[in-house]
């Protein structure tokens, strides 16, 4: 209700701008249609769903929900037959993957560890046989074997040790 | 009502093509960089279509997601981009098609499940940029026309600037409404930026180990938020912009060395449409042009 109410404030404060009308007033109606639909578009899209529907016009919701617990996240890595390992990831020197597959394959793997089904693990193990395949070939005649996960905590409650990341392997997933 | 003059008052041609060589030659950098080709490598159910994506038929999205296309659709992008840089061509034809295949592009890019929000500021600013004579200086070959109206090389830049400054107030209004005032007071943003921290390797780790740090980035979240919301005051109040770009600046800069989340494309942004360094350099280039006439 206070994002709505916040929106419909910012959006008045714009219609009641006698500058910004004015601005728009000297414009023809083609410019005038396209910059208000616009700006409509960007509060619609905002306040409507996940962005699925809607993208480009998409919820602006970064950074809104309140940590809970000690933060976790993942780490993989594929494994190929001479037993060298190359890190499946999205950020570092040794980033091959898009930025968005890289949050993809986090949030499975978050989902993965709350829920006790079998359906996330799948989402996840999916995706990983599929970045393995896309990168079988990387490196000659040293094929991915198997795919490691790792999940790091942080704990943050620990008072003693709280930057002591605390690193588990979760499991190894064979490849055909 | 603000009496002061407002932002973009005295803005030319130079100005606005300065704006259009900024945009899309970030574009050109973001686009020549994606990992295109290897998002179409990816099993299709992997990949769920978006927004006007949507609306394909299955053989098309299908054909869209193979690796030839997504080549094509890249090549095509990068000529385009190309040509908007250097002003060749007729403008606005091609930045129309470019932000059409823009929205493709971002579109497949976050067609594997996960909504990021990097560059969308960016693309606001290009379909804006689309609708305006951004051409008619810094170009190759300069769009022939009559002397036009001065509201159309300043309304694009007041309205990128809008759509800017949308972006943080929205994002401000869904934090109080999500997670309420007790986000600010329960250290979730220290969490966050452990999180981020120790996963992308950055700093985030800093301020839990020093405290002071740690301080400073609880204080500076509730302010930073504050100022977010109120965006969209810098378009029109000059003293309140210096202040919020002070703030937000040095917050983008605070979250990309602790978070390593790159905010290079919106300090851009925030140069070009919300201060008045392309009038600046607009005036400068006239003053140099007419020095050489002189000379």
Known sequence: MIELLLCGAIALYLVTRRDLRELALQLGPGHRALLGGLVVLLFVGHLAGSGKHSFPFVPWDMYGERAQGDPIFHRFALVRASGRQDPITGYGPG????????????????????SSGDAARAALEETLRAVARVHADDVPDDPP?????????????????PTDVRVEHLRRIELP | MSTEQTLHHDASAESLAIARIAVFGMWLWNVANASLVELG?????????????????????????????????????????IALILGVGPFRTIAAFTCVLLVVEQGMIRAVGYMTHGELAMLYAAIVLAAFPCADALALRPARHGPRDPVLYRAPLVAAGLTLCLTYALCATHRFEAGGLGIFLDGTILS??????????????LPIDHPWLGWIILIGFPVST??????????FHRRFRHVWLAVIASFQIAVSALMMISFRGNLVLLAIFLTELPQLAGAWMAQRRRMRMRT
């Open chain 1, 95 to 114: 980033r091959h993957l898009p930025t968005q597959l890289h949050q993809r394959l986090q949030s499975l793997a978050i989902e993965d560890a709350a």
């Open chain 2, 41 to 81: 490598r990816l099993p299709i159910p992997l990949l769920e279509p978006i927004g006007p994506l949507r609306l394909l038929p299955a053989a098309a999205w299908a054909a869209l997601c193979s690796p030839p296309t997504l080549l094509v659709l890249q090549a095509c992008l990068i000529a385009c981009l």
């Open chain 2, 226 to 235: 504050v100022f977010e919301l109120l965006s969209p005051l810098a378009l």
């Open chain 1, 145 to 161: 074997v198997a795919i490691e996960i790792w999940r790091s905590t942080i704990p943050l409650h620990d008072a003693a040790h």
């Open chain 2, 192 to 205: 966050r930026v452990a999180l981020r921290g120790a996963e992308r390797g950055g700093l985030g780790l």
